[in-house]
């Protein structure tokens, strides 16, 4: 061990590479459609001024889904708005084009994003929900009169294949607890319109590609894209990132984040023509629940009159690998349980972390390939409260990560909730109580712990961040 108090020399064989490769998926990947909805609500603000009211009211399909869930709902607990935004894979009319041979497939909810809204613009997370989560799925009433039935285990889109909208409405709810108020769903149709009306949407590539599956073929870099581009870059599953389904929903939620800055940017919401044809594109393929009439989307928009991009966060719940398939992923406790209280409460997450996870224990490791780096972040992490065991240097790496055992995934939230971009694994030679943490060449800064507001997990992604910096595609 080296005489220097701040660095250890670990001969307990630690490697700080425990990163297991992610589940593979297997099938066609589809598209998160969540931003659609996002700027729909931006711009439902100004629809008054602009005299399109009524049209935009009509191109909106409704579904009573406070009838059809009926009673034992979460209780409401705060003025905080969550509102279920759904994308599905329809390939019906003028989606047929994209799946020729499922256009009579029911279609599947394969996207679920659960927007949380601060009052008053404070803050809004949108909280991604994968389609492979496994999940109990209740019986559910359909629109037809029939019930769906009960299923112990199940991946959670199924429940809008059981019963629509309002049976995966009820999934969640019985799943987190938290009250749903509303629920927006969107189709293929919108999506490149939407991208046009904007005028475009930044992305960025960690790699050339050129994938003739997806039609996508871009060079390494910045680009502005839309219309087919866009959708081949949301859809591609074969040019970016290792197929998982984790992986791609962050790469969707960079995009998602890139769209929503470019729709709250004054370029955008001071020119008439963007705001029609942004709300007519968002509104053609839109079905609501009855209770989300555009009048109701107007006054949300106006209540969040103080949201910026910069206050606009993409997270995806905390998931594992679910023991009997590879395939799929189950919820993470403590992790989710303490997420989705903090969601109902309209805390952060990391005040009901640190009420578990006490003292939190760090090994840190370099692998930025800068020198400096370890001491300052380590500094940084000690002002804050944790325990820093020690400093070591290793291979340079992208990935930055945080890597604990079993029973310590409480510190290992409150970690990673100051680390952005940090992925969050098991590894059991970490100890109990103790979380490596492996700064890679991703690795930014560390962040303040908030106070309050909306809660932080691993992976974060800012709507007003840099998304080349961010861009978790790449390996």
């Known amino acids: 061990m080296s005489s220097n108090p701040t660095y250890i020399d670990y001969a307990d064989g630690v490697d700080p590479d425990p990163e297991p490769a992610p589940p593979r998926r297997r099938g066609r990947r589809v598209l998160k459609w969540v931003a659609i909805v996002t700027a729909v609500l931006v711009v439902a603000a100004g629809a008054t001024g602009y005299?399109?009211?009524?049209?935009?009211?009509?191109?909106?399909?409704?579904?009573?889904?406070?009838?059809?869930?009926?009673?034992?709902?979460?209780?409401?607990?705060?003025?905080?708005?969550?509102?279920?935004?759904?994308?599905?894979?329809?390939?019906?009319?003028?989606?047929?084009?994209?799946?020729?041979?499922?256009?009579?497939?029911?279609?599947?909810?394969?996207?679920?994003?659960?927007?949380?809204?601060?009052?008053?613009?404070?803050?809004?997370?949108?909280?991604?929900?994968?389609?492979?989560?496994?999940?109990?799925?209740?019986?559910?009433?359909?629109?037809?009169?029939?019930?769906?039935?009960?299923?112990?285990?199940g991946m959670i889109n199924s429940s809008f294949t059981n019963g629509g909208a309002s049976c995966t409405v009820k999934t969640i709810e019985n799943l987190t607890h938290i009250k749903i108020d509303h629920f927006m769903q969107v189709d293929f149709t919108s999506f490149k319109s939407v991208t046009e009306a904007v005028g475009g949407v930044e992305v960025c590539l960690p790699q050339d590609v050129d994938d003739k599956d997806s039609k996508l073929h871009l060079t390494k870099g910045r680009h502005t894209i839309k219309g087919e581009?866009?959708?081949?870059?949301?859809?591609?599953?074969?040019?970016?990132?290792?197929?998982?389904?984790?992986?791609?929903?962050?790469?969707?939620?960079?995009?998602?984040?890139?769209?929503?800055?470019?729709?709250?940017?004054?370029?955008?919401?001071?020119?008439?023509?963007?705001?029609?044809?942004?709300?007519?594109?968002?509104?053609?393929?839109?079905?609501?629940?009855?209770?989300?009439?555009?009048?109701?989307?107007?006054?949300?928009?106006?209540?969040?009159?103080?949201?910026?991009?910069?206050?606009?966060?993409?997270?995806?719940?905390?998931?594992?690998?679910?023991?009997?398939?590879?395939?799929?992923?189950?919820?993470?406790?403590?992790?989710?349980?303490?997420?989705?209280?903090?969601?109902?409460?309209?805390?952060?997450?990391?005040?009901?972390?640190?009420?578990?996870?006490?003292?939190?224990q760090v090994r840190l490791y370099n692998a930025t390939g800068r020198a400096s780096t370890a001491a300052k972040v380590a500094g940084q992490l000690k002002a804050q409260g944790f325990v820093v065991l020690g400093t070591a240097t290793m291979k340079t790496r992208r990935t930055t990560g945080v890597y604990y055992a079993q029973g310590s995934q409480a510190q290992a939230a409150a970690l990673a909730a100051v680390i952005p971009g940090a992925k969050k694994a098991l590894y059991p030679k970490a100890g109990p109580g103790v979380v490596n943490l492996v700064l890679g060449t991703s690795f930014t800064a560390v962040k303040a712990k908030k106070k309050a507001g909306i809660p932080t997990l691993e992976g974060e992604i800012h709507a007003d961040g840099d998304i080349c910096a961010t861009n978790t595609t790449g390996t």
């Not at 359909?142 to 009960?150: H, I, K, V, W």
């Not at 389904?245 to 940017?265: E, T």
């Not at 053609?284 to 989300?292: E, I, Q, R």
Request: glycine share 10%.
């Open 51 to 153: 005299g399109f009211y009524w049209q935009l009211q009509h191109n909106i399909d409704h579904e009573d889904t406070d009838e059809l869930i009926g009673g034992g709902r979460p209780p409401k607990l705060n003025s905080a708005l969550n509102i279920l935004m759904l994308g599905t894979d329809s390939r019906a009319g003028a989606n047929a084009k994209y799946g020729r041979g499922m256009k009579n497939d029911p279609p599947r909810s394969d996207t679920m994003i659960l927007l949380h809204l601060s009052p008053g613009g404070k803050q809004a997370t949108g909280i991604s929900f994968p389609r492979d989560l496994m999940v109990p799925i209740p019986a559910c009433r359909r629109t037809d009169g029939t019930t769906s039935p009960a299923a112990t285990i």
């Open 229 to 360: 581009t866009a959708l081949a870059y949301v859809r591609d599953r074969h040019g970016l990132g290792d197929e998982s389904d984790l992986q791609r929903i962050k790469r969707q939620q960079q995009f998602m984040g890139s769209l929503a800055n470019k729709v709250l940017s004054a370029g955008t919401l001071t020119d008439p023509k963007k705001v029609y044809d942004l709300a007519e594109a968002g509104t053609k393929s839109l079905t609501t629940d009855k209770g989300l009439d555009l009048g109701t989307m107007v006054k949300i928009a106006r209540s969040m009159h103080g949201l910026t991009a910069g206050k606009l966060d993409f997270v995806t719940v905390p998931v594992t690998a679910y023991a009997p398939d590879p395939n799929r992923v189950a919820l993470s406790q403590p992790a989710a349980g303490q997420f989705f209280t903090a969601i109902r409460q309209d805390q952060s997450v990391e005040a009901a972390a640190e009420k578990t996870a006490g003292p939190v």
